[in-house]
């Protein structure tokens, strides 16, 4: 079992930044490729990003892609997001998943989830 906690969720301006951040406890972090989803009210959940059990490969979204970095610690069993740029489009819930191995844009592929942690960008 691998339990992911996400934090620094909340209210950001639109073309402010903000960084979530994800701690895993459990099996080893180092085995695991790790996604950031999101969820938006009235629509269905979608990759944001995803990153290498090494942290050497990273893969976005077009619509974060040059605005949102992923960046990961395996020290300290932590997966990061940094949005820049943010618009009021990336409202939503987001959510940080682990896979077994191999990253994925399929959130059906993924193992473990976070519970969510809730951002929300004013104009």
């Known amino acids: 079992q691998v339990q992911l906690v996400e934090s620094g969720g909340g209210l950001g301006q639109a073309g402010g930044s903000l960084r979530l951040s994800c701690t895993a406890s459990?099996?080893?972090?180092?085995?695991?490729?790790m996604g950031w989803f999101r969820q938006a009210p009235g629509k269905v959940r979608e990759f944001v990003g995803a990153i290498s059990r090494s942290g050497g490969g990273t893969s976005y979204a077009d619509s974060v892609k040059g605005r949102f970095t992923i960046s990961r610690d395996n020290a300290k069993n932590t997966v990061y997001l940094q949005m820049n740029s943010m618009t009021i489009e990336d409202t939503a819930i987001y959510y940080c998943?682990?896979?077994?191995?191999?990253?994925?844009?399929?959130?059906?592929?993924?193992?473990?989830w976070g519970q969510g942690t809730q951002v929300t960008v004013s104009s």
């Open positions: 998943a682990a896979k077994w191995r191999v990253a994925s844009t399929h959130p059906d592929e993924y193992n473990y």
């Open positions: 459990g099996r080893t972090f180092g085995d695991y490729a």
